[in-house]
């Protein structure tokens, strides 16, 4: 079966840290994109960071940038999203992402608290 699964996610205080992990089973990422997506309450889902097609140069949004790393490990085919100094705005469900076969595969999301 193709899937994504993320974890990792949780409740954290401001400034806290978490690291997510997303692992695809069914496929491996290949050179295809690697995407993780925030979703606020009453939001839509934004892009945070990815790797594109054929490149393993991270982008970052502008409001994650210097504090939100993305990586991954081909190896153990798993996505990886360290986030630091989080903040209250951070609250909702990530998503990992990625392509195979012409399929959009997503993930089943993983729940991020910023709450003191």
């Known amino acids: 079966q193709v899937q994504l699964v993320e974890s990792g996610g949780g409740l954290v205080q401001p400034g806290g840290s978490l690291k997510l992990s997303c692992v695809a089973s069914?496929?491996?990422?290949?050179?295809?994109?690697v995407r993780w997506y925030q979703q606020a309450p009453g939001s839509t889902r934004y892009l945070l960071a990815f790797?594109?097609?054929?490149?393993?140069?991270?982008t970052y949004r502008q409001s994650v940038a210097g504090r939100f790393t993305i990586s991954r490990n081909d190896a153990d085919n798993t996505a990886y999203l360290e986030m630091k100094d989080l903040r209250r705005s951070d609250t909702g469900v990530y998503y990992c992402?990625?392509?195979?076969?012409?399929?959009?595969?997503w993930g089943q999301g993983t729940q991020v608290t910023v709450s003191s």
């Open positions: 992402n990625s392509k195979f076969e012409g399929q959009d595969i």
């Open positions: 790797f594109a097609i054929n490149s393993r140069k991270p």
């Open positions: 069914g496929f491996t990422f290949g050179n295809s994109y």
